[in-house]
């Protein structure tokens, strides 16, 4: 595979706006600290063994993530189905569950077994198991998470039920009126849970449970909430805490200029800022348990397309900056859930995305964002553990639909040290771009190959001049550039 190396001069190019950037030489005292693999996946839960034993793309694309990091991306099993298995230690199969149901929300009530978690178990990085709890079956979640205790030595966390705020609104036994089932009263039920699971393990297992698992805006559940009302012998079970963000849904708004505005992305993640820093009071991390575009599978319109790319780059990257460790890119029913990263045939644009926010974020320790979030043009610095600046993100998410001529944006960086950058631009036809179409994305001038989800084509490196502290590079609509300093 050969290199390109293309030398940009001081760029002479008419464009829209500039953005100026000062990059701090070290971590200022709002930066985070990052995670080894702060882009993770959720697999829809009777779709694990499905994913990991019958879709090669899973292990093959996990391993492009694991290549960049030198871990495996974490994952978390469970969504709405983890409120409908329950636990059958005599059951030989994965799942078992009568006739096809392929569906998007799955089978309505289905059993699991120990090979389930035995493939669980298997996996080269850390897990969090979803169990359920709306069914309202404590017995079989205790045995289940005995089982997944002793049985799992990749095990992160158990949940215990999936998006329980809007259980009498999903239809489970344990919640069945809207009108009860208040944050003091779904607290009740997650302390008393936590409580009786986290005290049934043989040996002294705390710190175990993922907490909240909330689906709605933080208004109402949140971990804020949750400290408040939770009755406090459940806390020393609590290992972090998890909300799931869809700044979409198919059945409200599904809008892609919208989705990849990095002021929208800015103000989506600021919703959640305060009760970071209020779990962050408890000892509690605070994660994105099940995130992706546009909930309820996604929408074939947009969540394939590259510009749902751009937003998940941007996301993962601005959540990160505010603390948020981890995000589970959910992963929905094979065949029809269109924001998933691949399928049997493809792999999708959004991908890429999470392939190059991988790629930023990997050895980094700490990361920030360089702008306040008031306009459609962002940038990101990581820091290493040294604290010296080594990678930047710039995107200009501007809507670019492929059928004007393509407007850009120039990005003045300054404080800058050494003589010269290089780049590898993350770009594609259009924000519309979309590979089972036959449209792929390019990082760098590469591509992954849709049989393997090996990298194919030739790299092209952008190398730019630094003088006295400054570089500018040109962005166009709905692209992004990822600059390694040379340090
Ligand atoms: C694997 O996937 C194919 C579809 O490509 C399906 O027909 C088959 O039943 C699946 N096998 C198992 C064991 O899930
Ligand atoms: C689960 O499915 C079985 C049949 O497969 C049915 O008998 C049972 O009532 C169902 N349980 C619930 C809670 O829906
Ligand atoms: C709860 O699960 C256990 C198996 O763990 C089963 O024996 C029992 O019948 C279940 N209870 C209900 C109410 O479904
Ligand atoms: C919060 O709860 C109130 C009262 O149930 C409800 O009217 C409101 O829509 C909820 N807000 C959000 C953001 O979920
Ligand atoms: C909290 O939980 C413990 C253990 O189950 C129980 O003994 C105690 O009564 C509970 N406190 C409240 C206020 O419910
Ligand atoms: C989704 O979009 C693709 C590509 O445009 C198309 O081939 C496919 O039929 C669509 N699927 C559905 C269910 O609309
Ligand atoms: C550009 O293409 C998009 C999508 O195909 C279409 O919705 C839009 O109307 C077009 N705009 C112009 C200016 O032609």
């Known amino acids: 595979m050969s290199t390109v190396v293309i030398h940009l001069s001081i760029l002479a190019l008419a464009s829209a706006s500039t953005m100026v950037f000062t990059v701090p030489s070290e971590p200022t005292p709002g930066s985070e600290t990052l995670d080894a693999a702060p882009v993770a996946l959720s697999y829809e839960f009777f779709q694990f063994p499905s ?44 799942v078992l569950y009568p006739g096809d149901e392929n569906t998007f929300s799955g089978p309505s009530n289905f059993t699991f077994g120990p090979s389930f978690i035995e493939l669980a178990s298997k996996y080269p990085g850390t897990v969090v198991m979803g169990l359920n709890r709306g069914g309202d079956n404590i017995s079989n979640t205790i045995d289940a998470a005995i089982a997944v205790v002793n049985g799992m030595g990749n095990l992160y966390a158990i949940e215990l039920g999936n998006e329980p705020d809007i259980y009498p609104y999903t239809g489970f036994a344990i919640a069945p009126n809207p009108a009860t089932w ?14 009786a699971v986290g005290s049934s ?46 700044p979409q849904s198919t059945y409200f708004i599904v809008d892609l200029p919208s989705l990849m505005s990095h002021r929208d992305i800015v103000n989506n993640v600021r919703t959640f800022e305060e009760d970071v820093a209020i779990a962050r009071r408890m000892g509690w991390e605070y994660v994105f ?27 993962a990257l601005r959540s990160a900056s505010v603390g948020i460790k981890r995000n589970y890119f959910h992963q929905c029913t094979i065949g029809i859930c269109y924001y998933s990263w691949w399928d049997r045939g493809n792999v999708n644009a959004p991908f890429y995305g999470a392939y190059v926010a991988t790629a930023a974020m990997s050895g980094g320790a700490y990361i920030s964002a360089l702008d306040d979030g008031t306009s459609n043009y962002g ?69 992954f190959v849709n049989e393997n989800c090996a990298i194919a084509g ?24 990822l600059i390694e300093l040379c340090v």
Do not use: M
């Open 51 to 94: 994913y990991f034993t019958n879709v090669s793309h899973t292990w093959g694309c996990s391993a492009q993530l694991q290549r960049l990091t030198g871990v495996w991306p974490r994952i978390r099993i469970g969504g709405t189905s983890e409120d409908r298995a329950t636990y059958v230690p005599s059951l030989s199969e994965y």
């Open 182 to 195: 208040t944050p003091v009263v779904e607290a009740a039920s997650e302390a008393s849970w936590q409580i």
């Open 201 to 246: 393990f043989t040996f002294r297992q705390k710190r175990i449970i993922q907490a909240g698992n909330f689906y709605g805006s933080p208004v109402n559940f949140s971990a804020a909430e949750l400290i408040q009302n939770e009755n406090s012998t459940a806390f020393p079970y609590i290992k972090d805490f998890s909300h799931h963000n869809y």
């Open 289 to 315: 348990g099940e995130t992706n575009s546009v909930s309820g599978g996604g929408s074939n319109l947009t969540s394939p397309c590259f510009g749902s790319a751009i937003w998940l780059l941007d996301y």
């Open 379 to 447: 940038g990101y610095v990581v820091y290493d553990a040294s604290r010296r600046p080594v990678k930047i993100v710039l995107i200009n998410s501007d809507y670019y639909t492929g059928n004007v001529s393509r407007p850009s944006s120039d990005f003045v960086l300054t404080g800058l040290e050494g003589k010269e950058v290089i780049a590898r631009r993350f770009t594609a036809e259009s924000a519309l771009a979309r590979v089972d179409e036959g449209r792929l994305p390019a990082f760098g001038g590469q591509y």
């Open 458 to 481: 030739h790299k092209i490196i952008e190398a730019t001049k630094v003088v006295d502290g400054t570089a500018s590079f040109n962005l166009a609509a709905s692209e992004a550039l």
